[in-house]
């Protein structure tokens, strides 16, 4: 959560939100699955498909809302992925995803939300941090 | 058969909005004539003064530390109990048409059933219900309001106030004659507005059963929750310029903020559009530009809603007579929180635990045939004990998950129960801003303790004498002569508060 106080910084409208989860699998082998931008409605409950051209990415709510979306960084070495949103109703947003191994086959996944206004930060972390659970779940079946 | 109940609610009602609780403002017949042959309550608490924890409260019988919605945006848990499961596994016939707010309204990714339905095209089962058919404010977003009036009056759509702005904050543009915030005249037909459209739904679905069931049907009505856009065809019943100011509202501006500076600090700080502290009204509207001339015209408006809901609650009875089944039927009507509506220079509502907010017009008429008393009950009750009080008409026992009890019938009825106190809570951590409360209201006063958070170390409170003091203009809180009796509420606030769910479901939205 981000802090804000008019009395210090007059209205601000940005908002910028994380969430994480441990899964019990490799960070290779989560990687695998989120490090694929062209897979993301297999583990997002509330994408219902997604179309890649190139560093362009377009999502379908289930709501039947379609975001189109810039891929900034698919980093595999880093295992770091980011993307923006670019309907007009954002003023900003850029989401980040680490895959960060933590040992004994284990790792984390930070899944990070920046976005004005700062409404559609906490929607669309909220959606993501019940990504994160689903990719747990996955993940951890299939093991 | 067995008796039938209409439960009816409102969205932001204030007590003093009803002819049989005083109010003058607007003509409700309806609802005062139920009043007069049934049970009327003068102090009704809610749990919480916003929509989502305090539906879900009405909907479990559960104070939101035990429901687990601890503030807007917070989804109720897809697995919780319901009164209406209950009901309907015992053979009721059950529905909810109107307003739910169980579940976050924005919700792009359809991750929420109560959105989900309207989506797809259903009508139920969800949480107890068979028949679910949803509303709210305005005519956009996934309902089914908002679909039937797409597919059917498109041209009416964008009629409605938009509640929400470009950066989905809540809007503070102002319309009407005073420029006041979520004011708009709406061109829309009476019929096609969202308080027929609820009266008609429940209608059709009455009409659908057979006599000789039973049913349980709460008809939640959106209004008089702002926007204050009622059709423009209905504004002449009440001229805004002939309205007086309510009460509460301090005219002059020293001594209002006088007041503010003896409560705790973020009143004052969101009087002076310092500190909004939560998403219950416009980031971008200070409160103390507010004049005269626009509580007038809000206060007129929602006295328009109010009597449109009151006509509506009458062309329902009306079919139910029609059907045969009045002297089988329980009517409650009541509502989910109140508003501030002028009150110390204030409109909207958050985490400010006073009258405007916290006393709730309550109703219960019961079934002719049940023999029921006439009665006005002064001892506190909640919205905590709605539904063990449905599940005490259907003659079911009241489950052990409700921490409710059925309502008393009379005064003697509550002090042989025990009815003494009732406890309310607001919870709020938004965008940085933590707000916590506890309040709880016995023996004819409300005592609201703080805990640590952005504008409170955890010493603050606020302390009123509801007869001495009903607009609660003087805290008591650092009365010297009090500290006994305050120590005391707060002991015993401790003693029945129940201990909250942690940790403490995912913020899912703004609401």
Known sequence: MIWFHLEDCGIMTYGSMRHSISIRRSAADV??????????????????????????????????????????????????????????????????????????RTCMVVYSTEADPRTMALTIAAGTASALDELKQQMERAS | MGRKILFVTTDQQRYDTLGCNGGALSRTPVVDALAAAGRRYERAVPQSVVCMPSRSTMLTGQHPSTHGVWMNGVALAADAPSVAS?????????????????????????????NRLARDGLVGLHRGFEHFESATHGARGPLHYARWLLANH????????PVLDGALEVNAMGGGETGAPQVQDNAIPKDWYHTDWV??????????????????????????????????????????????????YITN????????????????????????????????????TMTADQVREVNARNAVEVELIDEALGRVLAAIHARGWTEDVDVIFT???????????????????????????????????????????????????????????????????????????DDADAAMRGFERVLTEWDSELFGVAVHLRTITRDGWVC????????????????????????????????????????????????????????????????
């Not at chain 1, 490090?35 to 179309?51: K, L, M, N, Y």
């Not at chain 2, 209002?256 to 219950?280: C, F, I, Q």
């Not at chain 2, 019961?366 to 909640?382: C, D, E, L, Q, W």
């Not at chain 2, 703080?450 to 509801?466: A, F």
Request: proline fraction near 11%; aromatic fraction near 10%.
């Open chain 2, 448 to 511: 609201s303790t703080y805990q640590p958070g952005y504008s409170h170390d955890g010493s603050e409170g606020e302390l009123y004498n509801l007869a001495d003091d009903p607009l609660q203009q003087v805290n008591r809180w650092n009365d010297p002569a009090l500290s006994s009796l305050r120590s005391d509420l707060i002991a015993d606030l401790w003693d029945h508060q129940p201990p909250q769910q942690k940790p403490l479901a995912r913020v899912e939205a703004p609401v």
């Open chain 2, 86 to 114: 209950v009901l309907h596994d015992a053979g009721y016939r059950t529905a909810l048409i109107g307003k739910p707010h169980f579940e976050p309204f924005l919700d792009p990714f359809a991750r929420f059933a109560e």
């Open chain 2, 335 to 409: 509502t989910d929180h109140g508003e501030l509506q002028g009150d110390f220079g204030l409109l909207f509502k958050g985490p400010y635990h006073v009258d405007g907010l916290m006393r709730l017009p309550l109703i219960w008429h019961p079934a002719p045939s049940a023999a029921g008393t006439v009665s006005t009950i002064t001892k506190p009750v909640g919205l905590v004990d709605l539904a063990p009080t449905f599940c005490a008409i259907a003659g079911l026992p009241v489950p052990e998950w409700m921490e409710g009890r059925p309502l008393p019938t």
């Open chain 2, 253 to 288: 501006q020293a001594e209002r903020e006088a007041v503010l500076d003896t409560k705790p600090r973020h009143w004052r700080a969101w009087y002076d559009g310092t500190l909004v502290s939560n998403y219950e009204a416009p980031l971008d509207w200070i409160p103390a």
């Open chain 1, 31 to 104: 990687w695998q699955l989120v490090g694929d931008p062209a897979r993301v409605h297999e583990w997002f409950p509330g994408i219902t498909s997604c179309t890649v051209e190139g560093a362009r990415r377009v999502i379908v709510l289930g709501s039947g809302l379609s975001l189109p979306e810039e891929i900034l960084l698919d980093d595999a070495i880093q295992r770091r992925f980011q993307y923006r949103i670019t309907a007009p109703i954002f003023k900003h947003h850029r989401g980040t995803l680490d895959v960060i191994e933590t040992g004994g």
């Open chain 2, 154 to 161: 498109p041209e009416a759509v964008g009629m409605f106030y």
């Open chain 2, 199 to 248: 009266a008609d739904r429940t209608i059709s679905w009455l009409d659908s059963l057979a006599a000789e069931d039973d049913w349980f049907c709460w008809m939640s009505f959106p209004d008089p929750h702002h926007p204050w856009d009622p059709p423009v065809s209905e504004l002449g019943r009440v001229n805004w310029r002939d309205v007086p100011l309510p009460p509460g």
